[in-house]
């Protein structure tokens, strides 16, 4: 079964540091999320992505957030300068639609860490 | 999307089958409900979705009553390996809907 690949499976940087997370969504997939989840909290939506732009973001998806799909496959989150909150696991999904009728398919996240 | 409201926690034997229920008063007409489940440090995987009366897969079974403002999760033959946290969402299948609005779901431990 396609699944959606993250790397690195954990990342540790200092602050003040700018980060990139990066995902391989499943490859006939047209959205594409990033989620987080800080360790015992629920997981967040930070933002959606179809056609090249943001479709929906969140309160969190400020400023120092961007998500660019640079190439016909990886999907990436950028942090410009890391805080020590942002640290949480950073899951990216995609699906083939849109609505309830079109799961999301998650990936198994990248471990931020922020020193 | 509608609310949900589901127990925090439950736990169960190995071998025992498992009803996780969720609440959704406020469920609309157009309004399907999914079910996800996050082993630790893993990411959510969609299990199972139905509108009515009850489906089955290879993982679960959903019943929905006829009011649809319930739904019951059941795992049969739980094994130590169906600990995860279970999540129940409600959400409408037209275009407005595009992110996934997780609650805290419902922490199964299975016990030995």
């Known amino acids: 079964e396609p699944e959606v690949t993250q790397t690195p499976s954990h990342q540790v940087t200092q602050m003040g540091q700018e980060v990139i997370l990066r995902c391989v969504p499943i490859?006939?997939?047209?959205?594409f999320y990033w989620y987080r989840q800080i360790l015992g909290q629920k997981v967040e939506f930070l933002v959606s992505?179809?056609?090249?732009?943001?479709?929906?973001k969140s309160e969190i998806f400020d400023d120092q957030f961007s998500v660019e799909r640079p190439d016909g496959s990886n999907f990436t989150l950028k942090i410009r300068s890391t805080k020590l909150e942002d640290s949480a696991m950073y899951f990216c999904?995609?699906?083939?639609?849109?609505?309830?009728?079109?799961?999301?398919?998650f990936g198994d996240g990248t471990r931020l860490s922020i020193l | 999307l509608a609310k949900t409201t589901q127990p925090i926690s439950m736990d169960s034997y190995e071998g025992q089958e498992v009803n996780i229920t969720c609440s959704h008063n406020n469920i609309a007409t157009n309004d399907y409900i999914t079910w996800y489940q996050q082993f630790p440090s893993q990411g959510p995987r969609f299990i199972i979705q139905?509108?009515?009366t009850k489906v089955t897969n290879e993982v679960a079974s959903l019943f929905i009553p006829a009011d649809r403002k319930s739904s019951t999760l059941s795992l049969p033959r739980v094994s130590l390996s169906d600990t995860a946290v279970y999540y129940c969402l409600v959400g409408d299948m037209g275009t407005s809907y595009d992110k996934v609005i997780f609650g805290p779901g419902t922490s199964l431990s299975v016990i030995p």
């Open positions: 992505f179809y056609n090249n732009e943001i479709s929906e």
């Open positions: 999904a995609s699906s083939a639609g849109r609505g309830a009728l079109q799961p999301q398919h």
């Open positions: 490859s006939n997939h047209l959205y």
């Open positions: 139905g509108y009515k």
